[in-house]
């Protein structure tokens, strides 16, 4: 069956890094694209962007372009969310998603708290 | 951008209860995809393009909509139906964008 597994829970001071993996199963990895999306405490789903799994082509929404990096371990299936110079700010879940041209699968989030 | 504007925020409808939430575009948009999340759970694909169900979704549940004014309809609200709900929309000439969602209650 299709899953999208994500890693573990993260505690981050400000200014630190966090990576955050997406590992597919379950269909071919390179044919949907993979996108990711955040959802602060107690707020609504913010898109983020998406990552081109066949070219590893980035594309970022405006508020995500800068500090965020979408990465790619085709041979490993996996998805990477890399977020530096992390702020207070960027606490919330982070959610990947298979594209179709919906979202039909979802990983199951990390918890990303950045506190000092 | 495209922003979408989800109405009510929140609500509360008793079980048999005739429910509606819409969902308006700032600009047209060709189908709108619909979305349930649970409390510490990851949101799971309801409707889409327009008036699709998901697999597993009831079919209590119904979408309509064209342009830039779009709607979930629940014909009898069920317990289970409680829920936040949010909109989507992918265009072209829009980055992706959700609506603010839609809290719905049992009463």
């Known amino acids: 069956q299709i899953q999208l597994v994500q890693s573990g829970p993260e505690l981050k001071k400000p200014g630190e890094s966090v990576k955050i993996s997406c590992k597919a199963s379950g269909y071919t990895f390179t044919d949907y694209a993979m996108h990711w999306v955040k959802q602060a405490p107690g707020k609504g789903l913010k898109w983020m962007g998406w990552?081109?799994?066949?070219?590893?082509?980035?594309t970022y929404a405006d508020d995500f372009k800068g500090r965020f990096v979408f990465s790619l371990e085709a041979s490993a299936s996996t998805a990477n969310l890399q977020i530096s110079n992390l702020k207070n700010e960027d606490t919330a879940t982070y959610f990947c998603a298979r594209q179709i041209y919906y979202f039909d699968y979802w990983g199951q989030g990390v918890m990303v708290t950045v506190s000092s | 951008e495209i922003v979408l504007t989800q109405s009510p925020t929140t609500m509360a409808a008793s079980p048999g209860e005739k429910v509606t939430i819409t969902c308006r575009a700032s600009?047209?948009?060709?189908?709108m995809h619909w979305y349930q999340q649970k409390p510490g759970a990851s949101p799971k694909p309801w409707i889409y393009d327009t008036s699709k169900l998901a697999s597993g979704v009831p079919n209590r549940f119904s979408g309509s909509g064209s342009g830039t004014s779009y709607s979930l309809t629940i014909s009898s609200m069920e317990t289970e139906d409680t829920a936040t709900y949010y909109c989507q929309q992918w265009s072209s000439n829009s980055p992706i964008t959700f609506g603010s969602g839609t809290k719905l209650e049992i009463k």
């Open positions: 990552i081109n799994t066949y070219t590893g082509k980035p």
């Open positions: 600009s047209s948009v060709s189908y």
